[in-house]
């Protein structure tokens, strides 16, 4: 009982954290950190003990599987060297570079703890830079590549984070050939062990709609819970759990679109968008939460001084190498040519370069590590490396997220036409493809009913296909008949649904003739807005 109050707590606090953030001039990852680290300062807070390893299973396998489902297979595919130079090449240079620089710095870090400091925060945060970048509309093959290393950097980070925790747990030394081999191996078996429950679970949804012609409610809940079956099958296999959550994410991002029902689609993007909005805001608070006593605990060995030096030198030594290892790849035709046209290969590199923060996955991370070792004796190191992790992933939101839009606004980073030539090609085959199966239904007896019902529908097709393959002054006078059109049938749809509230609240008809009335208006309403003509630039 006092675990589900917290849980309403923590929900209301980062619905009212959101509405706070929107006035903020940065992420709303650092609102939410700020807001938990304001509420545990009032006593009269609850305070929360986090158990490390429900941690991991609850956030990390719904977020990976998130960002592997949302990722475009084809894109990531075509990038597939740039993405790879990234998420492998680049974590195991930051882990390195961090773990050697905490070792040297930090007294008494062992160097595995080191080296799974560097390996937390070595993956970057989709959230973060995907709320820049989708508003500047910077050229798709950086959002492409950007998209892409996160996904993938979140799962080899997580993966050498493993491996050093292991070594911890097992009291022995660091060995790099050793990690290596057993690295690649565990990688392999847990992609393809993701890849099998991916499959299986599409294939249990494909008979489930055979048999019942789609079920919304058990597709959803299949869906939500395919990343915590993959992690789990993957971990008993003693493989990698998290490639192989990322593996099923992949496989159900490539499956679902063509494979869902409307309405099953509609309803889980939104029951994963609710669900991904949720655990990004818990993590961040209860990290929050956690840092007056995180302080307590580190400022008792290290001073003040000390620990803002630390943090200084962990953040600029991952930004450092993030820098070092991008404009190495701008002379290299591996990662340079792969991410970007010539003339904007450098304006791109910086922009990448930059878009560095640190978020939920390496959070989860720091505070997954455990509390006590086998042996029962307090797990070391684990309280200065949680508050270098949450040093980290403060600076680079503040200061590289709330600067990275200026940046791409002062380079002059623009879309290419990549995305509108594929949008106007998709448009005008589907548009052309309904004109051709509404000609083919005209019978040869048809009732005066039928015939009007007909040349409306043939009607607006047509109009369509004009505005789609009209160019010029022609394209303009036709998006903006289309831009009155929309506001007419959005004023009309307006009409019908205060009229039919007010005979609701009048008890003039019942609930159950008022709610499929309602329904009926919000699906033509959201018809209506995913046809909205885009706005004047």
Known sequence: MVAFEHALILLLLIASLSVVGRWLPWPPLITYLLGGVGAALVPAFPRLELDPGFFFLC????LLFADGWLMPLREFVRARRSILTLAIGLVIFTTLTVGLVAHWLVPDLPLALAFAL????????????NAITARLRVPARLTTVLNGESLMNDATGLVAFKFALATIVAGGGFSLARSAGSFALISLLGFAIGLAVGYGIGRLRDLLQHLRGGDPPIEITLSLLTPFAAYLAAESCAVSGVLSVVAAGLYSGWRDPVRMTVETRQTTFA???LLLFWLNGIAFVLLGLQFPGLLAAVNGHYPAAQL???TAAITGTAMLARFAWVYAGVHLPLLASSVCAQPARRATALVLGWAGMRGTVTLAAALSIPLLL???TPFPGRDIVIFL?????????LVQGTTLEALIRRLGLREDDTRAREDRLARTTAVQAGLTALLALKPTAITPEQSAALGHVVGEYELRLATVEAAGETRANALHRRRASHGYRSAALQAERHAIDELWRNATIADEVHRPLQQLLDHEESL??????????
């Open 59 to 62: 956030f990390l396998p719904p």
């Open 374 to 376: 086998p042996d029962g």
């Open 271 to 273: 029951v994963w968008g």
């Open 528 to 537: 209506l807005r995913a046809s909205a003509p885009a706005a004047k630039p």
């Open 389 to 397: 992790a949450f040093g980290v992933i403060a600076v680079t939101l």
């Open 118 to 129: 560097g390996a937390i925060v070595s993956p970057t945060d989709a959230v973060a830079v």
């Open 308 to 310: 803002l030096g630390f």
